[in-house]
């Protein structure tokens, strides 16, 4: 009897040493899983305003092409304070997410019915846009510093004579001064496309020209409207003749500055349709982190070996839903914090697009709340902050020098797997890191479409190649040079 007792006794002790061995190995496992993210180091420095916005330099290689591309805040005239400047930038955010949202139920029709109600500005008074990359291209004999925008097709640019035109750094291009340029008639194609990439079809001038008027809203209150033409485009030193762009004569916004946009989207119109004999539908970027030394690149063309990528690209297929749209949508299969998969129905819905203009990533609720609620569980112990603007998780890290966050995989259909740089985690919302908020925020229904923003992109190498109707990820620590 008593032996048998002892048995148990050491059956159970045995057990127990078991159980304590799976939890540190447990323990072990999520350690490998975290990264060190330096509170001080990461801190935005301080913006400087003495910097000009442009030209930003290009190089040619191997048949591809390769811009220079910096964040905006390069460009920004005004001296903001911190505070506003990073307050305006998720206002102006959101206001990009509402566009967004409305112009894909307007593109993509299916159960969800348009409503003329999401055009109204959401958030007057904040007239800018949150596009923070620019480059310069020339077009006729005029360097222009534009934003970079994949959620767009139409590029365009402020045009004299102006009814309205906005403060930019580079002089106004006067189209009458160019013989090169011409305007592009009502009953061309490329009017006819307007309706596809803008949402508003082209409208016939009064003119003898018969040219072909387009306007694009921004959603936040900023326009633009004026002339379709064409005009010699030169991407660095590739000539693209009788490009199709905007000619803006009434044009409403801050955009950062800049002369305009340069439209990266899907579909016709876009720099990448007109080019895609020359660049073969394929273009790349990486972009830098808002650190005012840093540059990224924008490459057009398929060589994929002029990239300086770290690790393999792998890719994942393009969703065409039930058309090719302006966006670029993917499939999102899921999510892990600190190595451990997050479960939530709002995966694998073909859902979600990767956007250059959008700063936060947007979640459906189902996916951001499952995220939020294993990211706390593994970043525990530190001291929490008051919600920031539409970041609803954040913490007091102003007495830390150093802090381990567990890493964050984004998954896609194809087993592809993306680490997010850890400069892409968290948001400071105050300088002394005294409100540092998880940079991921949630949509405000299941319905509405995830987007992939720019701070989870940060030092990554992302490959768009529309022939094939995939996108690449890499990791690449960004740089021009
Ligand atoms: C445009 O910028 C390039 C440098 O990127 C410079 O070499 C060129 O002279 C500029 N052209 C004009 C017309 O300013
Ligand atoms: C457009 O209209 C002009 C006359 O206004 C005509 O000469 C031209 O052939 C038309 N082009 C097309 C593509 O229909
Ligand atoms: C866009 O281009 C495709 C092929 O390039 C064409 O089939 C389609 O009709 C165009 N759409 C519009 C709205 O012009
Ligand atoms: C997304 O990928 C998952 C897993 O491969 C697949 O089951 C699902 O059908 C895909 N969804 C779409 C919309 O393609
Ligand atoms: C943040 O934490 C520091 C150090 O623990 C503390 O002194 C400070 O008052 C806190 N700030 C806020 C805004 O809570």
Redesign the pocket.
């Known amino acids: 009897m008593a032996e048998a007792k002892t048995l148990l006794i050491s059956m159970l002790l045995s057990l127990l040493l078991l159980l304590l061995l799976t939890i540190s190995i447990e323990e072990v496992q999520c350690l490998q899983h975290k990264a060190v993210y330096s509170v001080k180091k990461l801190q935005w420095r301080k913006l400087s305003h003495t910097l000009k916005c442009h030209p930003q330099k290009s190089r040619r290689d191997k048949g591809s092409l390769t811009l220079e591309m910096k964040h905006c805040d390069y460009c920004s005239e005004k001296t903001q304070t911190w505070d506003k400047v990073i307050r305006n930038r998720l206002i102006s955010d959101n206001s990009r997410v509402h566009y967004l949202q409305a112009k894909i139920k307007k593109q993509v029709p299916g159960k969800m019915v348009y409503s003329t109600k999401d055009e109204i500005p959401l958030y007057s008074g904040v007239k800018l846009l949150t596009l923070n990359y620019i480059i310069t291209l020339q077009l006729g004999k005029r360097n222009m510093t534009v934003l970079v925008d994949t959620g767009s097709d139409l590029t365009w640019v402020q045009c004299d004579p102006c009814k309205l035109c906005y403060s930019q750094q580079d002089p106004i291009l006067n189209p009458g001064l160019s013989r090169s340029y011409k305007s592009v008639?009502?009953?061309?194609?490329s009017c006819q496309s307007l309706e596809g990439a803008t949402g508003f079809a082209g409208v016939c001038g009064a003119d003898q020209k018969?040219s072909c008027n387009y306007v694009v809203n921004y959603g936040d209150g900023s326009y633009t409207r004026g002339e379709l033409g064409r005009e010699r485009l030169y991407v660095g030193k590739t000539y693209v003749k009788d490009f199709v762009f905007g000619c803006g004569r009434n044009n409403k916004g801050l955009f950062g500055g800049a002369s305009g946009i340069l439209g990266l989207g899907r579909i016709n119109l876009s720099l990448i349709s007109q080019t895609y004999k020359k660049f073969d539908g394929v273009f790349s970027y990486c972009l830098p982190s808002t650190e005012v030394d840093s540059s990224g690149s924008l490459t057009f063309g398929r060589d994929a070996s002029v990239y300086k990528n770290s690790t393999p690209i792998s890719y994942t297929k393009m969703i065409s839903n039930p058309e090719p749209s302006t966006f670029y949508f993917l499939n999102l299969t899921g999510f892990s914090i600190g190595g451990v998969a997050i479960q939530a129905p709002g995966f694998a819905t073909g859902r979600t697009l990767i956007d250059s203009g959008t700063v936060i990533s947007r979640l459906v609720p189902s996916v951001y709340n499952a995220l939020k609620t294993e990211f706390l569980k593994q970043f525990s112990g530190y001291p929490t902050a008051p919600s920031y603007s539409i970041l609803d998780t954040c913490f007091n890290l102003s007495a830390y020098e150093n802090v381990n966050i567990p890493t964050l995989n984004m998954h896609f259909e194809d087993t592809v797997k993306v680490n997010v740089d850890v400069l892409g985690m968290f948001y400071f919302a105050k300088d002394d890191a005294s409100q540092v908020c998880l940079a991921l925020a949630s949509l405000s229904s299941e319905d509405e479409v995830g987007i992939i923003g720019n701070f989870q992109q940060r030092n990554l190498r992302i490959v768009y190649d529309t022939k094939k109707s995939n996108v690449g990820f890499a990791e690449e620590a960004c740089s021009y040079t």
């Open positions: 008639a009502c009953n061309s194609s018969n």
